[in-house]
Antibody
Framework: QVQLVQSGAEVKKPGASVKVSCKAS????????ISWVRQAPGQGLEWMGW????????NYAQKLQGRVTMTTDTSTSTAYMELRSLRSDDTAVYYC????????????WGQGTLVTVSS | QSVLTQPPSVSGAPGQRVTISCTGS?????????VHWYQQLPGTAPKLLIY???NRPSGVPDRFSGSKSGTSASLAITGLQAEDEADYYC??????????FGGGTKLTVL
């Protein structure tokens, strides 16, 4: 069965960086992409970007351009999302989700990773 | 301010029918991009509920249905059950293939 298992919660200081991992299993990793979505406490969902696990192509949300980098390691079927220059409003649960190809639905989601940014 | 507009809340009694609207623009839904719906139960990750405007993934009851027209879409839930109490989000894309979400709708089963 398809599973996306994310890394554990993180606490970071403002200005630091965080790297969240998302390990995929139960399907051919390179046949799909991974999208990242975040949810601030008590708020809605925010699309962060997408990466193709096939060729590493990426597409990032405008507001995160320059601060976010998405990568994949096909040898371990793991996707990564790194966010730099953290601010307090980056505090959120970060989700990875599988997507068959860019521009369609997110069919399986990871369990989420809480990132807290606090001094 | 979300790109897609949803009502903040809807409610209904068990067995009733409710609908949740999702309004976009000519830059996203109206440009022909499909609408997808996700259900988020309290304290859990979102789950795909409807994809491609009106298709249900395996395992989703046929009480859930979706439709799209012009720059809007809607999710209908018939035969409301207590377990349907959750947050519902619509999602589409814009011309840069950036994902866009609605602000979410909290469904309360009375």
């Amino acid at each position: 069965q398809v599973q996306l298992v994310q890394s554990g919660a993180e606490v970071k200081k403002p200005g630091a960086s965080v790297k969240v991992s998302c390990k995929a299993s139960g399907y051919t990793f390179t046949s799909y992409g991974i999208s990242w979505v975040r949810q601030a406490p008590g708020q809605g969902l925010e699309w962060m970007g997408w990466i193709s696990a096939y060729n590493g192509n990426t597409n990032y949300a405008q507001k995160l351009q320059g601060r976010v980098t998405m990568t994949t390691d096909t040898s371990t079927s793991t996707a990564y999302m790194e966010l730099r220059s953290l601010r307090s409003d980056d505090t959120a649960v970060y989700y990875c989700a599988r997507v068959r190809s860019h521009g369609i639905h997110l069919d399986y989601w990871g369990q989420g990773t809480l990132v807290t940014v606090s001094s | 301010q979300s790109v897609l507009t949803q009502p903040p809340s809807v409610s209904g009694a068990p067995g009733q029918r409710v609908t949740i609207s999702c309004t976009g623009s000519s830059s996203n839904i109206g440009a022909g991009y499909d609408v997808h719906w996700y259900q988020q139960l309290p304290g859990t990750a979102p789950k795909l509920l409807i994809y491609g405007n009106s298709n249900r993934p395996s395992g989703v009851p046929d009480r859930f249905s979706g439709s799209k027209s012009g720059t809007s879409a809607s999710l209908a839930i018939t035969g409301l059950q207590a377990e349907d109490e959750a947050d519902y989000y619509c999602q589409s894309y814009d011309s840069s293939l950036h994902g866009v979400f609605g602000g979410g709708t909290k469904l309360t089963v009375l």
